[in-house]
């Protein structure tokens, strides 16, 4: 199971911090991602990480303001977002799949098996 945190409503130029906490799982073995929609839109990938975090990309509208990181240790992935745009506004979501010991992240939906329920997150101008 997956739980997506820290949402909220931001100015444009400012942060967040979002969650994406496991449990049930053995964390660590699971390349992870977040993806995100908005409004009348399709779903897209923001970021992914293997499972161990070495190996990370970005969607290109974020590079460069957001992070991903991820603690085994403490279950919990996490989205620094910096520089925060309007057209960051969307529902973030945390997804999963097993794959240990891989180098790589995905970033098409279909790829990974489980999703959590998503936070809000409001850029205003």
């Known amino acids: 199971q997956l739980q997506a945190s820290g949402g909220g409503l931001v100015q444009a130029g400012g942060s967040l911090r979002l969650s994406c906490a496991a449990s049930g799982r053995t964390f660590s073995a699971y390349a992870m991602g977040w993806f995100r929609q908005a409004p009348e839109r399709e779903r897209e990938f923001v970021t992914g990480?293997?499972?161990?975090?070495?190996?990370?990309g970005y969607a290109d509208s974020v590079k460069g303001r957001f992070t991903i990181s991820r603690d085994n240790a403490k279950n919990t992935m996490y989205l620094q977002m910096n520089s925060l745009k309007p057209e960051d506004t969307a529902i973030y979501y945390c997804?999963?799949?097993?794959?240990?010991?891989?180098?790589?992240?995905?970033?098409?939906?279909?790829?990974?098996?489980?999703w959590g329920q998503g936070t809000q997150v409001t850029v205003s101008s």
């Open positions: 990480s293997n499972w161990s975090g070495d190996t990370t």
């Open positions: 997804a999963a799949r097993f794959a240990y010991g891989g180098t790589m992240y995905y970033f098409r939906e279909g790829s990974y098996t489980d």
